[in-house]
């Protein structure tokens, strides 16, 4: 399983600064076949500058959670770092 893509991202208006929150479509590839599977996430800065990072799926998914989590969250972070999130 491997995330190919995220698409259609979406910066949701938080009054909370240190909060970010998102959602997207990500394109997974599982066994040769591609999924999209709608998500929402956010990125939680604490104090000592730390970034929390917290995934939710709205669809349905036949893959194991954890696995997938664990992906969405590498390449959110990805992203992220490489500031190809909206601001």
């Known amino acids: 399983m491997t995330v190919t ?13 240190y909060r970010r929150v998102y ?11 591609e999924q999209k599977l ?5 990125i939680e800065t604490s104090p000592w500058g730390t970034k929390e990072l917290s995934v939710t799926i ?6 194991p959670l954890i696995p997938l ?3 969405l969250k590498a390449k ?4 992220d770092e490489e ?3 909206p601001l």
């Open 58 to 63: 709205s669809d349905k998914i036949d893959y």
């Open 83 to 85: 500031g190809k999130l």
């Open 23 to 33: 959602s997207g479509i990500a394109a997974i590839e599982v066994a040769g076949k």
């Open 5 to 17: 893509d995220i698409k259609n991202i979406e910066r949701k208006d938080v009054p909370i600064y």
């Open 69 to 71: 989590i664990r992906e």
């Open 38 to 42: 709608c998500i929402n996430w956010t």
């Open 76 to 79: 959110i972070g990805r992203l």
